[in-house]
Nanobody, 123 residues
Framework: QVQLVQSGGGLVQAGGSLTLSCAAS?????MAWFRHAPGRQRQFLAF????????YYADFLKGRFTISRDNSKNTVYLQMNSLEPEDTAVYYC???????????????????WGQGAKVTVSS
């Protein structure tokens, strides 16, 4: 198990950008970002394997978000551009330390979660 500590989040105007960070206390394999908005189900956003270059995104993001990681710092980032009020949610990072076999977009794949960061996009 690892501990994940998130930073970033806050209030931003529509059309603006924000970057979230998630630092792990140890080595991780795949890392991902999810979000949970009030009244909605948790949504998968993006995944990156430990090997830099293998990243996958939810189709609805349409290229607005970018996931990246720095293995030397055990940290994953989520760069969010062209933010919309519909992006308002609590954002969570997740990490796996062993391969469970579940799909990368399945929350059950991850047994390590950050504390969450609230992102509010005003219109």
């Amino acid at each position: 198990q690892v501990q994940l500590v998130q930073s970033g989040g806050g209030l931003v105007q529509a059309g603006g950008s924000l970057t979230l960070s998630c630092a792990a206390s140890g080595r991780t394999l795949g890392m991902a970002w999810f979000r949970h908005a009030p009244g909605r189900q948790r949504q998968f956003l993006a995944f990156t394997s430990r090997s830099v270059g293998n990243s996958y995104y939810a189709d609805f993001l349409k290229g607005r978000f970018t996931i990246s990681r720095d293995n030397s710092k055990n940290t994953v980032y989520l760069q969010m551009n062209s933010l919309e009020p519909e992006d308002t949610a609590v954002y969570y990072c997740a990490a796996e330390v062993s391969n469970s076999g579940a799909a990368y977009y399945n929350a059950l794949r991850y047994n390590n979660w950050g504390q969450g960061a609230k992102v509010t996009v005003s219109s």
